[in-house]
C-alpha cells in the first residue's frame, strides 16, 4: 500500500498528559498537510508543509499543538498537555506541487480520545 | 477565497442516478474543483476534480458549466456502499494557503435499499 500511512490509528491518553501521531505521506509527495475533524464536521485544517518548511501554521489551535517535518519525509504532529477538547481525529494528506489541481490523498486518520 | 455552498443531505436508492451541486460563485481563475467521498471513520477518499466541462472516470461524472460557479457531482446506480458524506473543494492548482481546501459540513447522501 503506498498511500498516506498513519500511526497510530487509536489511541486513549489522560488529561494533560502529550500525545504524538506519525504521518508517513505519498513517497513522492512534497506537500503534507494536518487536518483535525470532530464529528458530524468536515476536516479542519491545522498546519502544512512543503518539503521540510512549515509554509502555514497558523490555523494550530494553540500553542499546544506543533508539527514537524524535519527531513522533507515523514511529519510528527504533537499535542502537549492534552485537554478534552482535543477528541478528535487528526487526519494527514499529501499532495505533490505542481500537480495540475494540486489533488491531496488522505491518510485513514488517527483518532485520539482524551479521558 | 471560494466559498462552497451544498445541500446538507440527500435520500436516494439503490440504482438511481444521484446529482449533487456545489455552488461556489467566487471561483477564481485557477481554482479546480474537486470532491471526496468519506466514510464513517475514515480519511476523504478523492472521487473526481475538474476545472471546466465535464470530467469522467470510473466513478463518477462532474459537470461544470461555462461560469464555473458551480458543478455537479453524479454518480450513476448507486449501491447502499455510497452512502457517505460527499465534500466539494475548490484551490488553486499551484498555490496552496490555509482558505484553500477548506472544507464545508459536506452532503451526507443515504441509499436506501
Known amino acids: 500500500d503506498t498511500g498516506v500511512s498513519q500511526d497510530p490509528r487509536h489511541k486513549i491518553t489522560k488529561r494533560g498528559q502529550n500525545v504524538t501521531f506519525r504521518c508517513d505521506p505519498i513517497s513522492e509527495h512534497n506537500r503534507l498537510y494536518w487536518y483535525r475533524q470532530t464529528l458530524g464536521q468536515g476536516p479542519e485544517f491545522l498546519t502544512y508543509f512543503q518539503n521540510e518548511a512549515q509554509l502555514e501554521k497558523s490555523r494550530l489551535l494553540s500553542d499546544r499543538f506543533s508539527a514537524e517535518r524535519p527531513k522533507g519525509s515523514f511529519s510528527t504532529l504533537e499535542i502537549q498537555r492534552t485537554e478534552q477538547g482535543d477528541s478528535a481525529m487528526y487526519l494527514c494528506?499529501?499532495?505533490?506541487?505542481?500537480?495540475?489541481?494540486?489533488?491531496?490523498?488522505f491518510g485513514e486518520g488517527s483518532w485520539l480520545t482524551v479521558v | 477565497l471560494a466559498k462552497t455552498t451544498q445541500p446538507i443531505s440527500m435520500d436516494s436508492y439503490e440504482g438511481q442516478e444521484v446529482n449533487i451541486t456545489c455552488s461556489h460563485n467566487n471561483i477564481a481563475t485557477n481554482d479546480y474543483i474537486t470532491w471526496y467521498q468519506q466514510f464513517p471513520s475514515q480519511g476523504p477518499r478523492f472521487i473526481i476534480q475538474g476545472y471546466k466541462t465535464k470530467v469522467t472516470n470510473e466513478v463518477a461524472s462532474l459537470f461544470i458549466p461555462a461560469d464555473r460557479k458551480s458543478s455537479t457531482l453524479s454518480l450513476p446506480r448507486v449501491s447502499l456502499s455510497d452512502t457517505a458524506v460527499y465534500y466539494c473543494?475548490?484551490?488553486?492548482?499551484?498555490?496552496?494557503?490555509?482558505?484553500?481546501?477548506?472544507f464545508g459540513a459536506g452532503t451526507r447522501l443515504t441509499v436506501k435499499p
Open positions: 473543494l475548490v484551490g488553486d492548482i499551484e498555490v496552496y494557503n490555509n482558505n484553500d481546501m477548506r
Open positions: 494528506a499529501s499532495s505533490s506541487q505542481g500537480e495540475a489541481g494540486n489533488t491531496i490523498y
